[in-house]
C-alpha cells in the first residue's frame, strides 16, 4: 500500500470516529454530525473508486 492510500485510510477512519463523537454528544440530525457524514460518505467513493482501478 502506498503512502497516499495510507493517508485517505487514516482520514477515512479519523472522519469515522469523529462523526460517531459528533452523533454521541448532539444527535444524529445535528447539522455538524450531517456534515461529517457527508465528508465522510467523499473519502469512501474516493477509497472506493481508488480501489475499484487496481
Wanted: hydrophobic share 35%.
Amino acid at each position: 500500500m502506498n503512502i497516499g492510500m495510507n493517508s485517505l485510510l487514516s482520514n477515512i477512519e479519523k472522519t469515522r470516529l469523529e462523526m460517531i463523537y459528533l452523533a454521541h454528544q448532539y444527535g444524529y440530525s445535528n447539522p455538524s454530525v450531517v456534515q461529517c457524514s457527508q465528508r465522510l460518505d467523499l473519502l469512501l467513493n474516493v477509497y472506493n473508486n481508488t480501489t475499484a482501478k487496481q
